[in-house]
């Protein structure tokens, strides 16, 4: 697994062994990096479900002015820091180790976009989807990686589907605003 571009490309990240981890596959990585690339630098990230960081820091190496990582294993977070050093772009990050229903709750910052990449079948996205309205920018854009299995409503929690976008098995399913839709 590597950065794809940017200051930081072709940086090899580390990830985690086993089967708790399920790494966002370099095709579905670059198409989600092509939905937003315009819209990317200067950008505030949220990467809840971290795992590595590989989301996090190649939006970092491709110009984002912040990213918030966010996992609650202890494991991946020392993946993430190391990977961020690796890279050199620790500046622009910050770890947090938490849930992330627990961490969208208490957050009062925005993002421009917010990346999910949770177990897969587990009913994130209908405990989830609600919560995310608060941490989005009134332009903001949730992306959320899940299976083709798991389908996500068209409506929640204020938050209206933008598309779903199908890489085999794995769909990366973006919301926004319901206002900003209209």
Known sequence: MRVITGSARGRKLETLEGLDVRPTTEIVKEAVFSIIHFRLPGA??????AGSGQMGIEALSRGASRVVFVDQSRAS??????NLQTTGLAANAQVVMDGAESFLQR???????????PPYN?????KLLPLLGRALSEEGLVLFEH???????????GLTKVKDYRYGKTFVTTYTHAESRA
């Open 147 to 157: 299976a083709k299995e798991e389908p996500l409503p068209d409506e929640i929690g």
């Open 122 to 126: 587990k009913g994130y996205g209908e």
């Open 77 to 82: 977070l020392q993946v993430v820091r190391k």
């Open 44 to 49: 505030k990230i949220a990467d809840i479900f």
């Open 107 to 117: 957050t009062g910052e925005t993002f421009d976009f917010i990346f999910l990449d």
